[in-house]
């Protein structure tokens, strides 16, 4: 029987997605990217060979696979097609793989300028974007003025809503953040040239997700960022520009709800964070710094230093819920491995109170002070390990705590970063 599988990140972005959907995808014969932009990067490695993906669906180095960018993304024309030459310059045909939307918004340089000029503009208190225009993209599609890959055949009627559109973010570049403009004509022509590139790949992606489903194929959808930045329901305002949760995958592609069969959540053994907002289980001293150390926390694109915390129980139920979440991938559990002890919240102190959901007002979050379970470590190898017999009984019963506290069960453990280093217990298409 065929399914339809949902993998997307459960914490704050980083959780290992992209190993995981490489990984899944030899079963399916399609991977759809549905929300977000270049401001995911998706590290896949293969027999030691590293490939940083941003756009591109992680399906993408596999001969067989479709690959589908949907309605729910933003695209730059510029980072993709630099992501493509990449690619294809390593022998890898994304061309003949890859499909873009024709609703799919369309990310310009303004977005880009507005993004970097408003993040300045915020100082101590910026969210820590990362500068890729994700955010001005979208209020752009919200407003209803957006361009979208449709508009790429009809070169008149874009010329004149791209116009508008310079008009609309020079005014605000010129007389509010007191930046140059830039020049129309400087970026359609550039856009033009980027058209004709792009325009073979732009089809009906809900009508071949369709076909792909009539003709009863899996589907593997990718999620980029993760719950806790979702716009809706992470910890606004430090969050994305998108909706990263489940009920993304249909409004960004147009696969109705009642399609999907499994939605499985990616987490880190601890969790991690990029840029500003809230933290509760943050570590601030070695070990937090032996975490990034040894997990190699630093941003696949940015390069930034990633936040290093224990596993936070509270976060992950809330992901449970809001993501209708069938199991886990634990992902990173070989980091932890040198520790004598390994903390777990399951709880958070707010004024004096026991809470053991999330908070509704995220303001609060910053007031909660973790509860921690404290378990022992293992402090032997699981790095690479591929067996659960093979896994210290320390870990396996740290891995069963997790389950216990998140109320859903691990299907896939990652033991390392190399696509061959995983416990598959169940494997969400057969
Ligand atoms: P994504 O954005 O969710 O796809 O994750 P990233 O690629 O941004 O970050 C995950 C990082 O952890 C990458 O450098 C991966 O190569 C690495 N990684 C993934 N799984 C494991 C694992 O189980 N152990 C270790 N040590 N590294 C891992
Ligand atoms: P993947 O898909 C981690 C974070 C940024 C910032 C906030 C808003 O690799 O998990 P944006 O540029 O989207 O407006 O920034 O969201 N962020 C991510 N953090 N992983 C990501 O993607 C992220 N994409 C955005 O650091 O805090
Ligand atoms: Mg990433």
Request: charged residues 25%; proline residues 4%.
């Amino acid at each position: 029987m065929s399914k339809n599988v949902v993998i997307l990140g459960t914490q704050w972005g980083d959780e290992g997605k992209g190993k995981l959907v490489d990984l899944l995808c030899e079963q399916a014969a399609a991977v759809v990217r549905y929300q977000g932009g270049h401001n995911a990067g998706h590290t896949l490695i293969i027999n030691g060979e590293k490939t940083v993906l941003r756009l591109m669906p992680s399906g993408i180095l596999h001969d067989g696979v479709q690959c589908f960018i949907g309605n729910g993304v933003v695209l730059s024309p510029d980072a993709f097609l630099q992501e493509m030459s990449e690619l294809e310059n390593r022998g890898v045909p994304v061309a003949q793989r890859l499909r873009i939307s024709s609703a799919c918004s369309v990310l310009l340089p303004y977005h880009i300028l507005v993004d970097q000029a408003r993040e300045k503009a915020r100082g101590n208190n910026k969210i820590g974007t990362t500068g890729r225009g994700i955010g001005p993209c979208y209020e752009d599609k919200v407003a209803r003025r957006g361009i979208r890959m449709m508009d790429f055949f009809h070169l008149d009627q874009l010329s004149e809503k791209l116009k508008a559109l310079a008009d609309y973010h020079n005014f605000q570049l010129k007389n509010y953040f007191q930046q140059e403009e830039l020049s129309f004509e400087i970026v359609f022509e550039k856009l033009k040239t980027q058209i004709e590139k792009i325009r073979p790949l732009i089809v009906d992606v809900t009508a071949r997700l369709s076909a792909l489903k009539q003709a009863k194929k899996n589907i593997l959808f990718e999620g980029a960022q993760g719950t806790l930045l979702d716009i809706d329901l992470g910890t606004y305002p430090f969050v994305t520009s998108s909706n990263t949760t489940a009920g993304a995958v249909s409004t960004g592609t147009g696969f109705g709800p009642r399609y999907i069969d499994a939605v499985l959540g990616v987490t880190k053994a601890y969790v991690t964070r990029v840029g500003s907002g809230p933290f509760p289980t943050e570590l601030h001293d070695e070990t937090g710094k032996l975490i990034a150390e040894r997990g190699k926390e630093f941003g696949s694109v940015t390069g930034r230093p990633r936040r290093c915390g224990w596993f936070d129980a509270v976060l992950m139920r809330r992901a449970v819920v809001v993501n209708s979440l069938s199991s886990l991938v634990l992902t990173k559990l070989d980091v932890l491995d040198t520790l004598s002890e390994i903390k777990i919240c399951n709880a958070y102190r707010y004024r004096g109170e026991i809470l053991r959901d999330l908070p509704m007002d995220l303001c609060d979050l910053e007031a909660c002070e973790p509860i921690y379970e404290s378990m022992p470590g293992w402090q032997s190898s699981t790095f690479g390990v591929t067996t659960l017999e093979n896994m210290p009984p320390l870990a396996k019963n740290y891995i069963s705590h997790l389950e216990k506290l998140c109320g859903v069960p691990v299907d896939i453990i990652s033991t390392g970063p190399d696509r061959d280093h995983t416990i598959i217990l169940k494997h969400p298409f057969t």
